[in-house]
């Protein structure tokens, strides 16, 4: 057996998982062969000088991700782990994964501003009302209010994953202020540096352009019409864990950085603070969850907001993106019913489909769950970021029981899924190839269209085993590249 078979032989120990870049018989797929031959190839010392030159470039321009963690007395600031071997797609494979993504997000923007109107799919019994009515993210605040072109999810955050087969699942829905923007540009401009003649052979679709559409989608929703309208992003501050992407965003699209105390609500608009004296503001780009938005119509202890704002916004002076009250379509247990959506309000077949779900909530459900936590993994519907979550074959009998215990209580607050056998793509480790699992978070920007960035941002469980790839819990990222043929 030749080396390279043998080191192979060596990565792929598993028949279990579907690899992203080798076959079941250890055969190099055909779109990653360029990429393999380089890393394959490359001595360990180029290696070091590659990894360090990477880590110093990050350090450099301050990319970094700030951990809270119950162990820490203060929070971590620090670059986000960066592997540099690139995840790969084939053209025709991407093809359908957009497809797929922009369908899903109609449907989502469809079913939001039907719970805030008519709520013809509660009234069908597609969807139960005790679903919409007592989800944490429901705003009553948001009913007839009518959103600037109806476009209520500007920008989201779809996470996709490979089982076993290599068929793609969408394991959660971003609709809220979804983030990760900044690691894939910031990403892919150290890669067509540091790889300059690989990235440049393996014709990778440009992702520049999208921050034009990004761009653009924003301005379509300025109420005003104004051909350059005032955007802003508003921001929870500086100490927010992804601040890096709030300034790299403002600084690319040129729009207004802004906190709370930077805005102005006079006469139902909102004004942003500058050298010059007020300034109308005619979209917020918002970067901070809906109960911290305005005080006076959500959490009033909120000093990140702008008390007045949602008037402002009511008497449609003001765009925000994505709208308030969109999270009620992101929550986990909604999720389970998105195929039916895009059958209810689309008439079409999902061309993605969803990780098989329980609704604890629904007894049979429940009972089959709490008799197979082991084999399950249970999520908090409200939470994100590998927040609240039981992985069952991986968890301890005392954290099994824990979750039993808390679903019997409040079984309304999770929802089981099948655990998927999440695909794996390398890294490099110590100077050799290692396997470690993945999924992708793929961003659509709808304005008057729909567009997917080509690629999105590929998150890597790190730890040797796990399935947990959130940057929160210690998870790393890779570029993505989409190739053109």
């Known amino acids: 057996m030749s080396t390279a078979r043998q080191s192979q032989t060596h990565y792929y120990d598993s028949q279990s998982f579907y690899d992203e870049m080798f076959d079941k018989d250890l055969a190099v797929r055909p779109h990653y062969e360029s990429v393999h031959r380089l890393f394959s190839r490359m001595k360990p010392a180029e290696q070091a000088a590659r990894q360090q030159a990477l880590n110093q470039r990050m350090l450099e321009e301050g990319i970094t991700f700030t951990l809270y963690s119950p162990n820490q007395p203060e929070p971590l600031e620090r670059t986000i782990p960066f592997d540099y071997i690139p995840r790969v797609i084939p053209k025709h494979e991407w093809e359908a994964i957009d497809r797929g993504l922009r369908q899903r997000v109609q449907a989502l923007n469809a079913f939001i501003h039907d719970i805030y109107h008519e709520q013809h799919i509660v009234k069908d019994g597609v969807i139960p009302r005790r679903m919409i009515v007592s989800n944490t993210y429901f705003r009553p605040e948001m009913i007839g209010v009518d959103v600037p072109g109806g476009v209520y999810i500007t920008a989201s955050g779809i996470d996709l994953i490979r089982d076993e087969k290599g068929k793609y699942y969408v394991l959660e829905d971003n609709l809220r202020s979804p983030s990760g923007f900044s690691y894939l540009y910031k990403g892919r401009t150290m890669m067509s540096e540091l790889f300059h003649d690989l990235y440049l052979s393996c014709s990778v679709q440009d992702i520049e352009r999208s921050l034009n559409v990004f761009l653009s989608a924003l301005r379509s929703l300025s109420p005003t019409g104004k051909r350059d309208p005032v955007i802003a992003l508003l921001s929870p501050g500086s100490y927010n864990s992804a601040y890096f992407e709030h300034t790299f965003l403002a600084q690319q699209m040129g729009l207004h950085l802004v906190e709370g105390r930077d805005l102005v609500y006079k006469d139902h608009k909102i004004y942003v603070r500058t050298l010059s004296g007020l300034r109308q503001v005619d979209v917020i780009y918002r970067r901070l969850d809906d109960d911290y938005l305005d005080p006076l119509a959500f959490n009033p202890n909120s000093m990140l907001g702008v008390p007045g704002l949602m008037n402002a916004y009511r008497a449609g002076n003001v765009a925000i993106a994505n709208a308030p009250g969109t999270g009620v379509a992101d929550d986990k247990a909604v999720y389970a019913y998105v195929p039916d959506m895009i059958r209810y309000y689309l008439g079409e077949e999902p061309i993605l489909s969803n990780v098989p779900t329980y609704i604890l909530s629904r007894k049979e459900d429940r009972e089959f769950a709490l008799a197979h936590l082991d084999q399950l993994v249970v999520k908090e519907t409200s939470l994100s970021g590998g927040y609240g979550m039981l ?31 999440l695909s794996r793509a390398p890294v490099m480790l110590d100077g050799a190839m290692a396997p470690r699992h993945i999924d992708l978070r793929a961003f659509v920007l709808k304005g008057t269209d729909s567009h997917v960035i080509p690629g999105g941002l590929t998150r890597v469980a790190l730890n040797e085993g796990s399935l947990v790839v959130n940057s929160s819990q210690g998870g790393g990222v890779k570029d993505t590249w989409v190739l053109n043929r």
């Open 391 to 421: 992985i069952g074959p991986t968890a301890s009998a005392k954290e099994i029981a824990a979750f039993a215990d808390a679903i019997r209580k409040a079984p309304e607050r999770y929802v089981a899924q099948t655990t998927m056998l």
